[in-house]
Every structure is written in C-alpha cells, then in structure tokens.
C-alpha cells in the first residue's frame, strides 16, 4: 500500500529565510510524487511534480523539491520565504499504475514577517 | 476558462436527511476522485470514477454513494447512514492514464445542523 508522511504539523520560518517542509513516502515500484498548497477554505493548487529524470524538481512561485531515491524522501524548499507563502502544504504519492494519489496530513506553513 | 464547479459551497444537512454535493468538469476528463478533508488528517479518498459508469470505492465509502451518468458529472451523495459527516468535501479530476496531477474544485463545507 502506498503512503505519505509529514512529521511536521507546522512549520515557522522567518520572512527572507530558506524554508524547507518535510515528506516521506512508501510505494511498490517507481513513485509520482507531488505537492499541493492549500489556502483557506480553497480547494489544492499544485505546486510541481516528479515523474522521473533529474532529482531536483522546480515549480511554481519558486519553490522546489527534491527527490531522494534511497531516503524515499521528497523535500519541498524555497530559498527565501515569502508571508504570502503561508498556507497549508500536502505531499501526496501514487504509484505507476493509475492509482489514486495518496496525501499526507499536511503541513501549515507560517512565514513571520 | 477550464476548470471544476462544486456547489454548493456552503451546505447544511439535518439529521437523518441525505444530501448531494455538485462536482461538474469541463476539462473532458475521463478521471473524477472525491476526498474528504478534516483537521489534522489529510485527504482521505471517498470514491472515484475512472471511465464513466463505473465507480470504485475509496478507503472511506461508507455512507457515501455518487453516480457517474455523463463524463462531465461526479455528484457525492451523502447519506443518513454517514454518522460524522461535517467536513470539507473536495473534488477533484485528472485526465486518466499517466503521470498527471489532479485538478481541484474549490470544495463544499458541509455541516449538520
């Protein structure tokens, strides 16, 4: 069975600061990984994708992830955090068999001015 | 523009009374997902449909039934037998085989009153 871990329930990162937020997954075979933001009472807005080739992966409003085969981690990290940037983030796994994609709990991001 | 339509956004169920949620898709889709979101759990996956007329259930269908008449149209029916039904209900499509995302709607806060 596939799965997705977030240790972190929150996340605070000053304003300028490098923010990064934590994934871990669990999948048969080779993974699409993938992260969502989530703004209030709105539905998920994908950020960036890994499918394969090159380990790090750049998405959107500057964030980027990277996929570490042998940590079975997918980071999502920003050089300089941003307060608009504050919104609840999910890390989400499916396998290469048209499963249904598998989210994490999330983590909420508060970027402090 | 492209997108998904829930309706609708603000929904109130009275004991013992079943109710539907809208999910329509003009994006031709061929895959609908609905997900059931709580505090501090996630996403969790209620049941999705992969072709239309077939549907399958999630890892919490119970209480739950949907539909799948025409490709554009997904709607979520939640019954009286669904016991803790207050949640924000989110759906979402994707274009089927392959290594895509998802697209969100914007979701439906359904409370029990």
């Known amino acids: 069975a596939q799965s997705v871990a977030q240790p972190e329930d929150q996340v605070n990162v000053a304003e300028g600061n490098p923010l990064t937020v934590k994934c871990t997954y669990s999948?048969?075979?080779?993974?699409?990984l993938f992260w969502y933001v989530q703004y209030p009472n709105r539905g998920l807005q994908f950020l960036l994708k890994?499918?394969?080739?090159?380990?790090l992966v750049k998405g959107s409003y500057g964030f980027e992830a990277e996929f570490n085969k042998s940590q079975t981690s997918f980071h999502l990290k920003k050089p300089s955090a941003l307060v608009s940037d504050s919104a609840l983030y999910f890390c989400?796994?499916?396998?290469?068999?048209?499963?249904?994609?598998?989210f994490g709990k999330g983590t909420r991001l508060s970027v402090i001015a | 523009d492209g997108g998904i339509t829930q309706s609708p956004k603000y929904l109130f169920r009275k004991e013992g009374q079943n109710v539907t949620l809208s999910c329509e898709q003009n994006?031709?889709?061929?895959?609908m997902y609905w997900y059931r979101q709580d505090p501090g759990q996630g996403l969790r996956l209620i049941y999705y449909?992969?072709?239309?007329?077939?549907?399958q259930k999630g890892d919490i269908a119970e209480g739950y039934s949907v539909s799948r008449e025409k490709k554009e149209s997904f709607p979520l029916t939640v019954t009286s037998a669904q016991k803790n039904p207050t949640a924000f209900y989110l759906c979402?499509?994707?274009?089927?085989?392959?290594?895509?995302?998802?697209?969100f709607g914007s979701g439906t806060r359904l409370t029990v009153v």
């Open positions: 979402a499509s994707t274009p089927g085989q392959g290594n895509y995302g998802y697209t």
């Open positions: 999948v048969s075979g080779n993974p699409y």
């Open positions: 890994y499918i394969t080739g090159d380990n």
């Open positions: 989400a796994v499916r396998d290469t068999r048209n499963t249904p994609l598998v």
């Open positions: 994006l031709n889709h061929d895959a």
């Open positions: 449909s992969q072709i239309v007329n077939d549907f």
